[in-house]
């Protein structure tokens, strides 16, 4: 069984003689004999220190007094370095204390070599950033069957031993003797201690730390090489010093998360604390890098190099963190008519903003009909604007996906219709007004245009002495009404055009007779339907009163339109003497066309528009609705798409009252806000649809100054 002390005193040896030897000094055989005249010793501080020691000592050593003042001298300069603590007993060393010796040894790897004075904690730490997958939780037992000693030369060397993972912790030793064999050959590494003694079980702990040590100097080396690439316009050439004034942090994060740090020209050395603060907390919230060191350590220079080293090498494998990447997606907009619509063959475009959003990587994806992905065109317009294109390849819906930092923006994914080129022959009319008439009286036409590509519709009717205007709304996607009233009896043309190519059947014959139908004695005696200016809100039922005692039999009948398209039943109650009660129950924001019909024809008034609104199904979502700083444009987004019928009105008001908010339109029915805080202090910011607050108003937020210099 191998003695710990008899492997740490191997081990310390080595590490000395590793030393002396290249200050071409007397090489230690022996930790008793050799150190009595404290000349190694003395010769090692001297080395370890790169001067000159400040002191005269003896040497040679041949007599026990000048022994004890080579000692005396040694441990009051170590005394003053904190390398050692007062009360060591020289005579005990000197008498051949083989405790003491190694323990004096050890306080002197940990000051030059290691560089902290807690060790085992730095190094630990150290270790498990620089080898992470190694999962390593000790200087013992850990390093027993060679994989993470290989994982560390890996790290060292990228490519020599690649599959260290998959080794066998069977073949120990060899595992180990080939680890060392490429650290001594590659990278000048000795091995301090035999393969056979970092196998045992009961391998020393001391000894495997000052080994793992010697791989320091060559990762620092990696490590500064790796800052360089990332900030080849700064000058950094150590890894303490360099750091001291914060500026260097602060680049480094903005070149890892571009957008993070805010006016990164203005950061300057005379600020190093708050520098140092908000680079600190950025590298945290963006990156995820924990705050491993402390600021007064790091201006002071307190800090080792192995400490920074220990919290830099986390940017190294640091990514976006995904808390912060979901917030940062929330600033984001995006506007435009492709989000919405688009014709095959051509460029749907739309614009995206992500200049509030700060770190994060814009991607784009489009799903065609047949769920195929249709590759869009970004275009980075800097200042964080960005034009998108896409052209759909057939029409039918696609689903645009916008993501910042692996998280969908508002309103994402977005729906968009793509439609083709126009075709009259796929409309589908429909409505008593394509065939018959009566003088005086609307009559009306349906058209389906929704499969029919893109195009516009028109109509116009010739007669015999009159030419009646035809009034033609859209009133669902797709979905066209025609409405005329004739003057005249007598036989009338009917021209109806999809982009100026005839429809099927067109032109219609009409017959506009004298005799008015039963419908037209209908009367509409009370009920809101009848309000035509107000704006009804949704859930609300809708009531019509209508009267049929003088148009003799027949059958009543109802249907409504809503606002997309869609058939919404209307509930006929009838009452005494042939009167009735309509209820249209509304659900959504928008209008509502409710047609009223007696055998068959409108009555008088039908078709009756309801318009409604919905507040609820408005929300607001951005950055200006979140604290801020005085000066930085606060932007926001109204969607209002479900929202129906009704006015938006947005109040910011702040320390000096209310003042002025700009808005336009975006696609989609979505309004763009934008405000400019100029004082610091709470702001209540109002969004109301028809006089109601949506969802979330009113907003309070908090603009503050913002900090001088990246004060914090």
Not at 17 to 31: D, G, I, Y
């Amino acid at each position: 069984m191998h003695s710990s002390p008899r492997i740490q005193a191997h081990t310390f040896i080595r590490w000395m003689n590793n030393k002396l030897v290249k200050a071409h000094k007397p090489l230690v055989r022996s930790l008793v004999r050799d150190l009595q005249t404290a000349l190694p010793l003395l010769a090692l501080v001297e080395v370890c220190h790169g001067e000159t020691l400040p002191f005269e000592y003896h040497d040679p050593c041949e007599t026990e007094e000048k022994r004890a003042e080579n000692w005396a001298r040694l441990t009051e300069f170590l005394v003053a370095e904190k390398v050692i603590d007062e009360d060591i007993a020289n005579d005990d060393i000197m008498a051949g204390n083989v405790k003491l010796i190694l323990g004096l040894v050890w306080m002197l790897i940990q000051k030059y070599h290691i560089q902290s004075e807690d060790a085992k904690r730095a190094m630990l730490d150290w270790i498990q950033i620089v080898v992470p997958d190694a999962n390593v939780k000790n200087f013992t037992n850990d390093w027993n069957d060679g994989r993470v000693l290989s994982a560390l030369v890996e790290t060292c060397l990228p490519g020599a031993i690649p599959d260290w993972k998959e080794l066998d912790p069977m073949n120990a030793v060899e595992n180990i003797t080939a680890a060392m064999q490429l650290a001594e050959e590659e990278l000048s590494i000795p091995a301090l201690l035999a393969p056979d003694d970092m196998a045992n079980p009961d391998v020393d702990e001391l000894s495997i730390m000052t080994y793992v040590a010697c791989f320091n100097p060559q990762l620092l080396q990696n490590l500064l090489y790796w800052v360089q690439s990332k900030l080849p316009h700064r000058s950094i050439e150590n890894l303490n010093l360099d750091w001291s004034n914060g500026v260097n942090l602060a680049f480094l994060v903005e070149s890892l998360a571009p957008g993070t740090w805010e006016n990164l020209d203005l950061v300057s050395p005379d600020t190093a604390r708050s520098n140092l603060q908000t680079g600190l907390k950025l590298a945290y919230d963006a990156l995820g890098v924990f705050p491993r060191v402390k600021i007064e350590e790091v201006m002071s220079l307190e800090v080792s190099e192995l400490q920074m080293a220990t919290y830099l090498w986390q940017f190294r494998n640091s990514k976006v963190t995904s808390g912060y990447a979901e917030t940062t997606a929330q600033l984001c907009m995006a506007s435009g008519l492709g989000l919405t619509r688009g014709v095959v063959g051509e460029p749907a475009q739309f614009s995206v903003h992500t200049g509030n959003a700060g770190v994060g990587e814009l991607v784009v994806k489009i799903s065609s009909p047949t769920s195929s992905p249709i590759v869009p065109l970004v275009e980075d317009l800097g200042l964080g604007e960005h034009a998108v294109s896409y052209v759909p390849n057939q029409v039918g819906d696609y689903i645009v996906s916008v993501m910042w930092a692996g998280n969908h923006i508002p309103g994402s994914p977005f729906k968009s219709v793509a439609l083709g080129p126009p075709d009259a022959t796929k409309c589908v009319l429909s409505g008593e007004g394509l065939h018959v008439a009566r003088p005086g009286w609307p009559a009306e036409f349906l058209v389906n245009a929704q499969t029919a590509g893109v195009g516009h519709l028109s109509a116009n009717i010739q007669g015999a002495h009159t030419n009646p205007t035809v009034e033609v709304e859209e009133y669902a996607e797709g979905k066209f009404r025609g409405t005329y009233n004739a003057k005249e009896s007598g036989d009338h043309d009917l021209f109806v055009y999809w982009s100026n190519e005839p429809v099927p059947g067109s032109p219609f014959l009409i017959h506009v007779e004298d005799s008015l139908p039963p419908s037209s004695m209908i009367k509409t005696t009370g009920g809101r339907m009848l309000q035509t200016d107000t704006v009804h809100r949704a859930g609300d039922s809708i009531e019509l009163d209508v009267d049929t005692q003088d148009a003799g039999d027949g059958q009543l009948a109802a249907v409504a339109i809503g606002p997309k398209g869609d058939a919404v039943p209307v509930e006929i109650i009838a009452n005494r003497n042939r009167t009735f009660t309509l209820k249209l129950l509304t659900s959504k924001g928008g209008r509502y066309l409710v047609n009223v019909y007696f055998n068959g024809s409108h009555i008088p008034n039908s078709p009756f528009k309801v318009r409604v609104c919905n507040p609820e199904a408005i929300w607001a979502e951005g950055p200006g609705l979140m604290d801020s700083f005085v000066g930085e444009l606060g932007d926001f987004q109204v969607f209002t798409r479900d929202a129906g019928h009704g006015t938006l009105s947005v109040r910011v008001n702040g320390p000096k009252d209310k003042f002025r908010v700009d808005m336009w339109k975006g696609a989609d029915r979505t309004v763009n806000c934008r405000y400019n805080p100029e004082v610091a202090g709470k702001y209540t910011i109002n969004i109301k649809w028809e006089d109601e607050h949506v969802k979330g108003s009113p907003f309070s937020i908090l603009v503050r100054k913002r900090p001088e210099n990246g004060d914090s």
